[in-house]
């Protein structure tokens, strides 16, 4: 986490332009003198969208997903992959021009003002938070599972209580400080890989009939077409992670080469990675047995494949997997409340740094807080659709600020890598990005709705009298 000179929330020297009222015109110029010293490669940077993406969703989602599109779920996840790479490549260009933290939140409010800027800052927040109550019931109904293993049954609302429980613990690991995270996310996600690689090849094998075992036989889309496209938009929480990489833009080697090649080259992997684990899990058990099995769908497979020496090992590895996710979208929350601040779309108290520990502890609460409380619903699905939702509507501005920048370039926007297929190819990311929405249930649009409607209002009613007032 980067530490600043001024907790109040100004501007400091070096610093890129404020976020204006309105759009950034060419007027506006980033006085920045200061290098980031650039020490990660491809693989690093191939690490952090790998890691960060290869998490609770590959546990969770299939027994959900093979339930809502039976075998077809595999191709809703090709379609998340997509609509990801789609925006991987405008993003990759905004990043080399604008290698600061706050990643897609810094993207927009420069391309497109500060209006947009509070609804992707404040939908980046509360999305974050959604995802990170995601992963936690996940880890809740791992966790009961695995006492269940070894003969310890515990209670449904037990499995809940334990994902709050420890979504309180990790938020107060991180107020004590983040820096051995990146070697204990390198390590979680090697041993994620080594596993998945191991199971997923043995499994295509025996789906394929090499070892002679018989795939089970099912239609592959039995509940039709919509329910592919409905079923991409529930699992695109999958796809969060990639543009993580983002905000690491600064410390890339060669960025002009690695960082679209990691960005995209992450979503080439994670998406492999989906399509082959549905189809693994649908040849295996078949849909309806995984969608009676819910969000442990995996640890039966597993079982089928290697009894209980599979089924723990899916255990373990689902958790890991669980902890990885929450974890880094717990942090990656908080930088975003930080970025607010510094920005004054949030109050100046939120970007205050521990001084013992060097970490945003009152950004760390917003982001903590709320989640235990979304954790506590159980809502599986409704959680990961509105995840979605708020991080679409980011994808699609996202693609729409390259646009506008590319017509009409500000003095500052010099980017070491430039997108191809301009402007064709961001058109499509806006509108598949927005397009993929229209498939999601009504009660997650709607909860995703009013959060950008209470962003539209705080900007209107705080943010923007904060800035008439002069307080930066």
């Not at 391309?111 to 992963?135: D, E, N, P, T």
């Not at 995984?290 to 373990?316: H, K, P, Q, S, Y």
């Not at 409340?337 to 060097?358: F, H, M, T, V």
């Not at 809502?379 to 501005?397: K, N, R, T």
Request: aromatic share 8%.
């Amino acid at each position: 986490m980067d530490r600043p000179t001024d907790t109040s929330g100004g501007a400091t020297e070096g610093d890129p332009p404020a976020v204006d009222d309105v759009e950034m015109t060419e007027e506006a110029t980033v006085h920045d003198d200061t290098e980031l010293e650039r020490t990660i490669g491809l693989v690093g940077g191939l690490a952090i969208g790998v890691g960060t993406m290869i998490g609770a969703g590959i546990f969770v989602f299939p027994g959900l997903a093979a339930g809502e599109a039976g075998p077809a779920a595999a191709l809703s996840f090709a379609i998340g992959g997509v609509v990801a790479l789609l925006v991987a490549l405008p993003a990759s260009e905004l990043a080399t021009a604008m290698p600061r933290s706050g990643g897609g939140y810094y993207f927009i409010s420069r391309g497109l003002g500060s209006v947009y800027g509070a609804i992707v800052g404040i939908s980046l927040w509360l999305g974050l938070v959604f995802a990170s109550a995601f992963y936690l019931v996940g880890f809740g109904e791992y966790a009961g599972a695995a006492l269940a293993e070894i003969g310890i049954s515990l209670p449904g609302s037990a499995s809940i209580a334990l994902g709050v429980a420890f979504g309180v613990i990790l938020t107060a690991l991180s107020a004590t400080g983040t820096e051995n995270a990146a070697k204990l996310q390198n390590l979680i996600v090697g041993f994620l890989l080594l596993i998945l690689s191991v199971f997923l090849t043995y499994g295509s094998l025996d789906a394929l009939g090499v070892f002679g075992a018989e795939s089970t036989p099912e239609t592959f889309a039995p509940e039709g077409q919509l329910a592919i496209l409905t079923t991409a938009a529930l699992v695109f929480t999958s796809y969060l992670g990639f543009a993580q990489i983002a905000t690491v833009a600064g410390e890339i080697k060669s960025p002009s080469r690695n960082l679209p090649l990691a960005m995209v080259g992450s979503v080439l992997i994670v998406t492999v990675f989906y399509v082959v684990t549905i189809f693994v899990a649908t040849s295996t058990l078949g849909s309806e047995a995984l969608d009676g099995f819910g969000e442990t769908a995996m640890v039966e497979v597993g079982r089928e494949f290697f009894g209980t020496g599979g089924a723990v090992a899916i255990l373990l590895a689902g958790l890991l997997a669980t902890f990885s996710s929450a974890n880094a979208s717990i942090l990656s929350s908080s930088r975003a409340i930080y970025a607010l601040s510094k920005d004054a779309l949030l109050p100046a108290k939120a970007s205050e740094i521990n001084l013992r520990y060097g970490t945003p502890h009152i950004a760390l609460a917003l982001a903590g807080g709320p989640i235990v409380v979304l954790t506590a619903t159980g809502q599986v699905e409704l959680l990961a659709e509105v995840a979605s939702f708020l991080h679409l509507v980011m994808y699609g501005l996202i693609c729409i600020a390259l646009i506008v920048l590319r017509r009409n370039p500000p003095d500052w926007y010099d980017p070491d890598y430039r997108m191809p297929g301009y402007p064709l190819l961001p058109a499509v990311g806006a509108v598949s990005s927005f397009g993929l929405i229209a498939f999601m249930g009504r009660v997650s649009i709607a909860v995703g709705g009013i959060i950008m409607v209470m962003a539209v209002v705080w900007h209107r009613y705080y943010a923007r009298e904060v800035r008439l007032r002069g307080v930066l």
